[in-house]
DNA sequence: CACATATTCAAGTATTCTCTTGAACATGAA
DNA sequence: TTCATGTTCAAGAGAATACTTGAATATGTG
């Protein structure tokens, strides 16, 4: 341990918020932001993200090389395509934890949710471990409502996936005396919304988990993977 | 709950992510950084803080007004002077999510400890109930070695208050048999080390700590307030 | 090898951000 | 009221950022 004069302790601090800092500022773009949080679905090529996102290719390349050299994603290459993923867990806590502060002091973001989706169905209370159970022992019918490569890379057990394109052809196969929860890639995320909705319309009871799968599984709870849970 | 074609999905997105990139841009400079984590010890005037840091007062309000934009921090008047404060622990919390991709992700902020402070004490695995049994029984002489204003502000139970310029004074009322551990603001303050560079110089047993008060705060452990711990 | 595809890089422009300076504003004291 | 103090605002210079376009690079295929 030096002990560090007056000028050097400025230059220590100096430095070190800078680094800091090119967190923050890999984190204070919309666009970036948005991609933290599709990459904590699962991995994608930058061609995939920029025509999900709706950038140009170059666009969404720079944006991506930012949030690498911040280390926030990480890359692999497969042939021609490179692949972008979450730099593990910790990078989503922070998204998690900015996501929070957001929701629970930015009166803007309440606003932009009212005025677009209305109320929303929210089921807040429910225990994990008690929704798994009741999926398990089939009081509860489980959606995975996101797209289906989100489903293959991780969902939660016994859940059902139903990419929403494909709602409509699933409603007769579902069961109409069991309650129906229907969850997707976060708080934000409209797809369970929407999914609810319809559900409701053609009369079922049907409830939104407010929690995405990435919230799911830095909870610490299981997560399943591949196409089915037929062979667990 | 309302359906929404595609382009108002899009422009639902754009304007929430717009909305969450505004706290990133409040994370984006290295300044703020460094104000939230003054911040994160107690409340302070802006004229307080430009000091501290180096700045000018207009800058520093100007940094000031950009967190209370971002709703980080908020504000209370008294006389002529805005003090300026945390805007909960969940800000805190946003900040040490930060903190911790950046050391556990950003060699860099590794090799400017290093460089700086070359291999530092760090009581990691001491656990916090652990610690406060052993200094109720004194086993443990614990140092709050922060401004004393800081310390006023909020410290662990117990902990006897020791501004780095009054260490000196002190060496000698300590107690030579038992082990001595110092915190500070947190895992990147100095505080804490340059004391422990001295109490060992002088012979003592002594340990950083390496939570910071506000960290300690958020483990949901016990804070003490005001000038003295005889009347707790 | 030439060719196609996916990604990255480089340069240019418009915009935004930081810090400075000096003026304006708010509060309390004389 | 006038004055002093602490804070905020407004304008401007210089640096950094976002997006576009077109070229360069890397990998796999015929």
Known sequence: MKVLDQAAHRRFKDELYQEFARLGQALASPRRLEMLDLLAQRERSVEDLAQEMGLSIANASQHLRILAHARLVETRR???????????????????????????RLAEIGAIVQRYLGERDQ??????????????????????????????????????????????????????????????????????????????????????????????????LPVAKGDTDDAP
Chains 1, 2 share one sequence.
């Open 78 to 104: 497969e042939g021609t395509r490179v692949y972008y993923r979450l730099a593990g867990d910790q990078v989503f806590r922070l998204w998690q934890a900015l996501r929070e502060v957001g929701e629970a």
């Open 123 to 220: 089921l807040e209370a429910i225990d994990a471990a008690e929704l798994l159970r009741r999926v398990e022992v089939g009081e509860v019918v489980l959606l995975d409502v996101r797209p289906f490569e989100e489903y293959r890379a991780g969902h939660i057990p016994g859940a059902q996936p139903v990419p929403p394109e494909r709602l409509e052809q699933i409603l007769q196969t579902l069961p109409r005396d069991r309650e129906i929860v229907a969850y997707c890639r976060g708080p934000f995320c409209i797809f369970s919304d929407e999914a609810v909705a319809r559900l409701r319309q053609a009369g079922f009871a049907a409830h939104r988990l407010r929690l995405g799968l990435p919230d799911w599984r830095v909870l610490g």
